[in-house]
């Protein structure tokens, strides 16, 4: 048993054997192949997408511009009208006023001052 165990306390010095390996020398080239762009099919992808411009894009695009100018215009229309319904139940209050005032015998221009 002694023996066993100075055995695995000896230290064994064991290194790998060296391998001299060179690597074979290459002369490698890259090489760049670009295929010429299909000029042809390019152009006849160009018009197809103006055709669809023309045909569907544009005259969406001019159809929405006029709804929008159509809807301001009737906006504004909408306006103006309010205004005048507005100045015209002024004057038809005053008017209102004037006529009450006259009833009871006073100056209607008094009271709306007052």
């Known amino acids: 048993l002694a023996k066993i165990v100075r055995e695995k306390e000896?230290?064994?010095?064991v290194q790998p054997p060296t391998v001299n390996v060179q690597a074979p020398e290459v002369n490698v080239q890259p090489q760049i192949a670009i295929a010429a762009p299909d000029t042809k099919?390019?152009?006849?992808?160009?018009?197809?997408?103006k055709q669809v411009y023309d045909n569907i894009l544009m005259p969406l695009v001019v159809a929405s511009y006029r709804k929008m100018k159509m809807d301001h215009s009737i906006w504004e229309d909408m306006k103006r009208v309010n205004d005048i319904l507005k100045k015209m139940d002024l004057l038809l209050a005053a008017e209102s006023v004037r006529e009450t005032v006259k009833k009871k015998g006073g100056n209607a221009g008094e009271k709306?001052?007052?």
């Open 10 to 13: 000896t230290k064994i010095d």
């Open 112 to 114: 709306m001052k007052n």
């Open 41 to 49: 099919a390019f152009g006849e992808a160009l018009k197809e997408m």
